[in-house]
């Protein structure tokens, strides 16, 4: 009897093994659990100066709180989607910041969220700033300091693709990371060899246009802007139209989000339209990272291990990709900070009390 415990013991303490060593691997000599989610691009230390009632005239000063927050593309996608209910070592965040002292809080911050964190730290530039004013029933004033995202190495980037073979690779912010940019084409190409669904989310290049972004589009999955820039980059002001060309230019999912007017979104052969969820505003920082989380949490709910093979999903599933990227964009803008308010629950709540109204009005115009 004594040996048949021992041996069920041991069996047990094997199967144990198995099942953890199905979520780890080894990289390096060091131990990592199974990165779901690579994160790169921009990180910045955000400071927010939120729900005021006007911007001081010259010489007048303005009394109102201002709070320090981490923000950029890289962190904010990577923070949200634990937030959402990823598991802690499931998300990784790439990106370049100074040896200084806010340096030191972008790292501690994405630490404590338990997101796997790869930094360039440099010593010969600080870490980016982002002044931002939001006026009251007004969209935000952003004051930029582009700062060490310049200093973000496409090959940097490759290896941590290379190590954690993701199921997706989110690149955040691109059109202000210098050498990145340069060879996003490269970059993208080797996130694919990889398996990797391949996920892009610019904004407004620094000292450059569009072209580099355009040239890549073949090798974009997934491709998120705003209106005002889905318009510069394709010269075309109708949404739906924009949209249209950003596929007709290789992206196989590009999705423009237009804030309180919702999203248009062009999918191979088709374009849909969903409206916005309606919340009160306090500070919209952030709502298009936290919308471009929620697409990737529900994709990988949805589809899991099948992203390896392709992205592909039926008129439900992009509906129900869409509506839950929505919702929490939505949540992200009831609270100041770029991650403070996304939360599964409260992303649950906005579902399941407008959720039909806004799934209900979605609809596919082409």
Request: with cysteine; charged share 25%; glycine share 10%.
């Amino acid at each position: 009897m004594e040996n048949f415990l021992i041996a069920a013991a041991a069996m047990l303490a094997l199967v144990k093994f198995f099942i953890l060593f199905s979520v780890i691997k080894f990289v390096s000599g060091k131990f990592f659990m199974t990165v779901n989610v690579t994160c790169a691009g921009i990180l910045v230390v955000d400071f927010i100066a939120a729900d005021i009632l006007k911007v001081s005239n010259p010489g007048e000063v303005t009394f109102t709180p201002v709070g320090m927050h981490i923000g950029g593309h890289s962190a904010n996608v990577s923070i949200d989607l634990i937030k959402l209910g990823l598991k802690r070592g499931e998300v990784s965040s790439v990106g370049a910041v100074g040896e200084d002292m806010l340096g030191d809080f972008v790292e501690q911050t994405l630490n404590d969220y338990g997101v796997v964190t790869h930094l360039i730290r440099t010593d010969k530039v600080d870490t980016s700033k982002n002044l931002i004013l939001v006026v009251k029933g007004e969209d935000r004033r952003f004051h930029f300091d582009v700062r060490a995202n310049l200093c973000l190495e496409p090959r940097f980037v490759e290896g941590i693709i290379k190590s954690e073979t993701p199921l997706i690779f989110y690149g955040g912010a691109v059109g202000l990371l210098g050498k990145f940019d340069e060879k996003l084409s490269e970059v993208l190409k080797k996130a694919k060899e990889k398996g990797c669904v391949t996920f892009v989310d610019p904004i407004k290049p620094y000292g450059k246009g569009w072209d580099f972004l355009l040239k890549a589009a073949p090798l974009i999955d997934i491709f998120h802007c705003n209106d005002r820039e889905a318009a510069e980059m394709t010269g075309i002001r109708d949404v739906k139209d924009a949209a249209g060309e950003l596929v007709n230019r290789g992206v196989e999912m590009a999705v423009v989000s237009m804030g309180e007017k919702g999203l248009v979104a062009g999918y191979r052969e088709s374009v849909y339209s969903m409206p916005a969820f309606r919340v009160d505003t306090v500070d919209p920082t952030g709502a298009g990272d936290a919308f471009c989380a929620g697409i990737i949490k529900k994709l990988l709910e949805l589809k899991g291990e099948t992203l390896r093979k392709e992205l592909k999903l039926d008129e439900k599933q992009l509906i129900e990709v869409l509506a839950y990227g929505e919702a929490a964009g939505a949540a992200c803008v009831t609270a100041v900070g770029t991650t403070t308010a996304v939360e599964e629950a409260k992303v649950a709540e906005l579902l399941k009390k407008q959720g039909n109204s806004v799934l209900s009005r979605a609809s596919k115009i082409r």
